[in-house]
């Protein structure tokens, strides 16, 4: 009998287990939406893919339809919008966002923009995106309007 008084008290009930499991999970809903949301590497590597696919796409445009499409750059909305379709790209408040371009593009003043011409070519310009330690280039070739994306390490800068 004084055996199975000891084994009853060895473990927890599963009543107590739920009350425990109950209060974490009132912790977690709680408590997780102050937790900010920062933009991981992979994420930060994401936005750039992005850019470049709408800058490829708005060159792509150009090259098919035989005129020229520009691709609006508004740093301060923290938006690109492409010159050919209705795509665009948003960049989160926690990534630097910084844009060189033209001021002037076929002796027209370039108004933030990225243009693509019939040729393929384009006036250029670069946007870079960093974050901590991570950051991408996203470079528009002035001359043949190829885009590319380089990776920058931020820590040594």
């Not at 009132?26 to 930060?44: D, E, K, N, Y």
């Not at 371009?101 to 990225?114: G, N, V």
């Not at 901590?132 to 800068?157: C, K, M, S």
Request: charged share 20%; glycine share 6%.
């Amino acid at each position: 009998m004084a055996r199975m008084n000891e084994a009853s008290q060895r473990g927890f009930t599963l009543l107590e287990m739920v009350c425990v499991l109950a209060i974490i999970a009132l912790l977690a809903a709680v408590l997780l939406p102050f937790i900010p949301h920062q933009t991981s590497r992979s994420r930060l590597q994401a936005y750039a893919l992005q850019t470049a696919t709408l800058l490829k796409a708005d060159r792509n445009a150009a090259i098919e339809r035989s005129t020229s499409v520009a691709t609006l750059v508004d740093a301060p909305s923290r938006v690109i919008h492409s010159g050919a379709s209705r795509m665009t790209v948003r960049i989160p408040d926690d990534v630097r966002f910084d844009a060189v371009l033209p001021q002037s593009c076929q002796r027209r003043a370039a108004l933030s923009t990225i243009r693509f011409f019939a040729n393929g070519g384009s006036c250029g310009g670069s946007i870079a995106l960093t974050r901590l330690d991570a950051g991408y280039e996203v470079r528009v070739n002035w001359l043949t309007g190829r885009v590319e994306i380089v990776a920058r390490d931020v820590a040594a800068n």
